[in-house]
């Protein structure tokens, strides 16, 4: 049985199977089915008229995944080729965090992509070791390598942390402010009463917590 948050997320690939909704009807058929029993919340549903040749042209497809990291839910697709078939995308997913089912087979994307996954650290396993392979032989040459970088190497990491943390500060604050417009236009005026209302919609705070004004304010700013 299903169970928790979903973000659901139909396409059609023609203009003319959007009109008939034949397509969509049965993504929307297969979806119904997959939530029948359980216990579940819906927390956004994204329809698309766009073909699948592009993974970064599809606006709806884009406002499904910020639903899915504002609310913390999976995305769910009726059929696995209606999200994506590029390895490179359902990585991304997979990095960002992103879980997402299809109901034609519910156990798909995990395999499919914890296989890319596999592929793709065995290429990195590799190139690591040909790389430690030319250093061995250029050393053996009697070139010498590198030097003490310890202190530039730890401060870079440093450095790269914090930006880390910002991209992603900002990037679900970008996510948020939406839902906080959406909120502000309905009454909420003051931050208290933005917070009750983001905890009213089931939307979590980055750590998984309950939003408090402060928070708020920190997304505003």
């Not at 042209?57 to 209606?82: H, S, T």
């Amino acid at each position: 049985m299903a169970q928790g948050k979903f973000v659901t997320y139909l396409r059609v690939s023609t203009k003319r199977q959007g009109d008939s909704g034949l397509g969509l009807e049965a993504q929307k058929t297969a979806v119904e089915a997959y939530l029948n029993g359980g216990a579940w919340t819906v927390c956004g549903e994204f329809v698309e008229i766009e073909s699948g040749k592009s993974d970064t042209n599809r606006p709806q497809l884009q406002r499904a995944i910020a639903a899915c990291r504002v609310y913390g839910a999976k995305l769910l697709i009726a059929k696995f080729d209606r999200l994506s078939r590029d390895a490179h995308f359902l990585l991304g997913l997979e990095k960002a965090g992103i879980e997402f089912v299809a109901c034609d087979n519910p156990h798909a994307n995990r395999l499919t992509v914890g296989i890319m996954a596999l592929v793709a650290d065995e290429e990195r396993r590799a190139i690591s070791s040909r790389t430690k392979a030319a250093l061995a032989a250029a050393k053996a040459r009697g070139v010498k390598l590198g030097g003490d970088r310890g202190a530039i190497l730890t401060a870079d990491a440093k450095a790269k942390g914090v930006q880390v943390r910002k991209a992603k500060a900002q990037s679900r604050a970008a996510d948020l402010l939406p839902v906080i417009e959406d909120i502000r236009t309905a009454g909420a005026t003051t931050l208290q009463a933005i917070a009750d209302a983001l905890n009213a919609r089931g939307i979590p705070t980055a750590r998984g917590g309950t939003w408090a004004p402060t928070q708020v304010s920190r997304v505003l700013a």
